[in-house]
Structures are given as C-alpha cells and as structure tokens.
C-alpha cells in the first residue's frame, strides 16, 4: 500500500462494521435457511483481512488483542463439546434440542442447541483463516 492510503483507511473502517453486522446475520440464521458458522465465519474472516490490508499488522493485533490460533482451538472445542453434550442426557452424538423463551426485545424467540455447534464452527473457520492470511503475508 502507498504511504497515504487516507481513503482506503476512512472506507475500510464503515466496511468492517457492515462487513461484521451480514456476518453476524449470516450465522444467526444459518439453522433455519442458508448460511450458519462456516459461511458467517468466513465472512467475519473477510472483516479482519480488510483491516489487516488496511491497517499494518502490527496496529491490528495491537488493536485487537485476539489470538486467533488460540480461537480457532477453542472454536473445535466448542463445537466437539456441543456434540458430547447430548450423550450426557441418553441422546445421540450432536443431537439437537430447542425451546422457546419470551426475550425481553425480541419476544417469543426459538433457540436451539445448534448454536452452540455453529459458534464453535464460526470461531474455527475465522481463526483459521485469518491465520492462513497471516502466515502468507509473513511469507517473503
């Protein structure tokens, strides 16, 4: 990148956040119509690799205190965890299970055990993906 990249910076600043509010929409609604962890996950992905173009690395992880081969990790566990979680009550491996709770803003609201299993595979696909852009661009 140039040395004054002013528009890229001042334009990738209001993307990331449209970028992370379609993600995030994409993996809440992923057990009912298309989308869910991986795709969200890629999508949020995309957010930190626009920051991480446009901002150097050094600022980002500066910035954002994450490590993402920490989060990747974590998001298998999760995702494992979710699936032993049925077995503990006589149900199949990743057997799902939901309920309905009236949530103070959003009223009668359907939540189900697969977004437990759909984080986990959120978390995994962003920190591997931000790791594999990572490790790239450390490359010479």
Do not use: R
């Amino acid at each position: 990148m140039g040395i004054n990249d002013v528009i890229l910076k001042t334009v990738a600043k209001a993307v990331v956040l449209i970028i992370f509010t379609f993600g995030i929409y994409l993996f809440l609604s992923g057990h009912n119509s298309p989308g869910g962890g991986f795709v969200g996950g890629l999508v949020l992905a995309s957010a930190f690799v626009l920051m991480f173009l446009s901002y150097d690395t050094e600022t980002v992880k500066d910035a954002i205190p994450i490590d993402f081969k920490k989060l990747s990790a974590f998001g298998v566990l999760l995702a494992v965890l979710s699936g032993l979680g049925p077995l503990l009550f006589g149900q199949n491996f990743l057997e799902q299970s939901f309920d309905y709770f009236n949530l103070p803003i959003f009223g009668k609201t359907e939540i189900a055990t697969v977004l437990i299993f759909e984080a986990g595979i959120a978390l995994t696909v962003v920190g591997v993906v931000v790791n594999i852009i990572l490790s790239i661009s450390e490359d010479e």
